[in-house]
């Protein structure tokens, strides 16, 4: 299983990102998939998780809320993250999860680390002037 995530970098306030997580070596659609993000000194939290299919609506965190989009692409076993509105206190390191297929979907929203079956090695988001 690998996940190879994509798009961080450097942004100013009030700028937008669009990270993607491209996923290989299991059926892609068979899992539920996270975002999660780890600043330095801090825990790594969770960010938004999306279901496997397309009628259960994605989940959040408060600070993610109305500025984060997660979405997938079936096809191209991918998952993204757009970003809008980034703040300062969002930069971190942004890392894509994968749940095995026997997961539930409030596994991932319990927004915690031990869930998690598999890991991106993380692409880098910092937002400063």
């Known amino acids: 299983v690998r996940l190879v995530e994509s798009g961080g970098g450097e942004v100013q306030p009030g700028g937008s990102l669009r990270l993607s997580c491209a996923a290989s070596g299991f059926v892609y659609g068979d899992n539920i998939m996270g975002w999660f993000r780890q600043a330095p000194g801090k825990e790594r939290e969770g960010v938004s998780c999306i279901n496997k299919n397309a009628y259960d609506a994605p989940y959040y965190q408060d600070f993610a809320k109305d500025r984060f989009t997660v979405s997938r692409d079936t096809a191209k076993s991918t998952v993204y993250l757009q970003m809008n509105s980034l703040r300062p206190e969002d930069s971190a390191v942004y890392y894509c999860?994968?749940?095995?297929?026997?997961?539930?979907?409030?596994?991932?929203?319990?927004?915690?680390?031990?869930?998690?079956?598999?890991w991106g090695q993380g692409t880098q988001v910092t937002v400063s002037s």
């Open positions: 999860a994968a749940l095995h297929p026997s997961s539930l979907f409030r596994h991932c929203v319990l927004w915690r680390t031990e869930p998690i079956d598999y």
